[in-house]
């Protein structure tokens, strides 16, 4: 992919790039825990031991890398979310020592004093790395916006991208900033690309399963991957075994767990009218009209508990329901005529007991749903063992750490199936797979592991934004763009294409 219609790897120019100070776009947003609620701990490092082998690249190769992450979700500056709790395996996984370079809320910038060239530079001769510290405390950020581009820029020299996990967003150091300097693809990102591209070889049926926490991003998600069809894709486009298969959809089925049961639950509870419960039993009737109002508990964190009411999610879900499901709340077929397969039961905790098995109409209020129920294993399990392309990310129940059993049903019927293209992505998604593998002593075959979830996802359906910009990089590259700073890597460029 390499050249004029497409992205650069950075490890094809890493003799031009020697002496220079790289952004090195990172995903470190590893699961943290912590066992006395004070001090955080990383549970799995998957993410930073999958970067750390290309940064080592860099280093030995002369590139002086300024690592760029963000961990959790902050909307600003938060004390809490600062990378000391990663720092020490980062510098174990690149085998360097690691400084992190401070945000200052007051100036609403890094700490001057580090955030220079001259300071990085001197760190690097000591054997020492910078790493920013939480790229998402600089409000811009996701915003795509130029002030932390412009900061930046006057920095480092070039733009490497190896952070597959927000390859799915608009941010601005990893789109915004290739206005400036050039943008090349790290060795994880490209192996993430080169993989993604097998599972948009339509491969039928097609399953996609989608959990997690992060409802309306992954609603907006499925709505994209409904829409995809099998030429959707460039490396599809011009296929001549799919010109027949012109307008035909990519995704047979997309399956739902996690926390968006939820609003598929008041979605469905929402929409139902008084033709639509005609020739049920009087006391599902009965129930179905009470749930309405119902006020279950374990959606989020807020201090009150419970589900709050987020119409932007209620309405994507009853859109979805409307458009792939035909607003599924019978149970007489749950999947023929229908692409997206919700739920059949649910279990619940009531009080301090787990019910494993409750159905749409049985549930009570106050009720938390913190798992696919027993049918919808058997529902689910059906589907994957005859797929023959797999895409999943997210958990199927509610809580990581507590409610595992439709995740671990899920993990065994995709480890089964031996004929699918398969791949799982996520933090969270390959936490559980590989605590799961450490307690039973085994290895799953689970096809690809990426490091993003919702980019998992993204790729899907279509190109990532990241991947678009880095292609518009490399013709910017090309076309002279980037003035006379950059001369010796556009020549090099030219001397390995043509």
């Known amino acids: 992919m390499d050249g004029i219609l497409g992205y650069l790897s950075a490890a094809d120019y890493l003799p031009e790039l020697a002496g220079k100070i790289a952004l090195v776009k990172s995903d470190f947003n590893v699961p943290l825990i912590s066992s006395d609620g004070r001090n955080l ?12 082998p290309f940064i080592k690249e860099l280093i030995n190769a002369g590139v002086v890398p300024l690592l760029v992450t963000h961990l959790g979700r902050p909307k600003g500056y938060n004390p809490a979310l600062t990378l000391d709790p990663i720092a020490g ?12 370079i401070r945000f200052d809320p007051e100036q609403g ?3 001057l004093k ?3 060239p001259d300071y990085i530079r001197g760190l690097f001769k000591d054997g020492v790395v910078s790493v920013l510290d939480n790229i998402r405390f600089h409000t811009d950020e996701t915003k795509n916006r130029d002030s932390i581009a412009k900061a930046l820029v006057s920095v480092v020299d070039v733009s490497i991208q190896n952070s597959f996990g927000t390859a799915h967003r608009k941010e601005t150091t990893s789109n915004r900033i290739h206005e400036y300097i050039p943008g090349l693809a790290g060795s994880l990102l490209v192996d993430e690309i080169e993989s993604h591209a097998k599972t948009k070889r339509p491969g039928s049926p097609y399953v996609v399963i989608v959990g997690g926490d992060k409802v309306e991003d992954s609603l907006q998600l499925m709505r994209a991957i409904f829409r995809a069809e099998k030429t959707t894709h460039w490396s599809n486009m011009f296929n001549p075994e799919l010109n027949l298969q012109i307008g035909e959809r990519l995704v047979d089925y997309v399956l739902v767990g996690g926390h968006l049961m939820y ?11 008084e033709e639509d419960l005609r020739g049920l039993p009087g006391d599902v009737k009965k129930n179905l009209r009470g749930l309405r109002e119902v006020r279950l508990k374990g959606y989020d964190s807020s201090e009150e508990g419970g589900y709050q009411y987020d119409t932007e999610e209620i309405n994507l879900a009853q859109g979805l329901l409307r458009l792939y499901n035909n607003f599924q709340f019978r149970d007489s077929n749950p999947v023929e005529g229908r692409r997206l397969i919700v739920p059949v039961d649910y279990a619940v905790k009531r009080g301090n007991t787990i019910l494993r098995s409750q159905q749409l109409h049985e549930l009570l209020d106050d009720d938390e749903i913190v798992d696919i129920g027993d049918r919808t294993k058997d529902l689910y399990t059906g589907i994957v063992e005859k797929a023959r392309t797999i895409v999943w990310n997210g958990p199927l129940g509610a809580d990581d750490e507590k409610y595992t059993e439709g995740t671990r049903r899920l993990i065994d019927s995709i480890n089964a199936n031996k004929e699918a293209v398969k791949e799982i992505g996520g933090g969270s ?29 993204l790729e899907t359906a279509y190109d990532s934004p990241v991947t678009i910009s880095l292609i518009m990089s490399a013709r910017k590259l090309l076309e002279g763009g980037y003035g006379i700073p950059y001369e010796t890597l556009r020549k090099a460029v030219i001397r390995r294409q043509f």
């Open 41 to 52: 701990k990383i549970a799995d490092p998957f993410r930073i031991l999958q970067a750390a």
């Open 114 to 116: 580090q955030f220079n």
């Open 89 to 100: 395996q980062i510098s174990a996984a690149i085998e360097k020592s690691v400084e992190i």
């Open 263 to 273: 609003a598929f639950v008041y979605a469905q509870l929402t929409m139902l009218k």
């Open 109 to 111: 910038m890094f700490n």
């Open 429 to 457: 998604t390959n936490f559980m797979t590989s605590a799961y593998e450490k307690e039973c002593g085994l290895g799953f075959d689970m096809g690809f592991r990426s490091t993003g979830g919702g980019s998992t996802l």
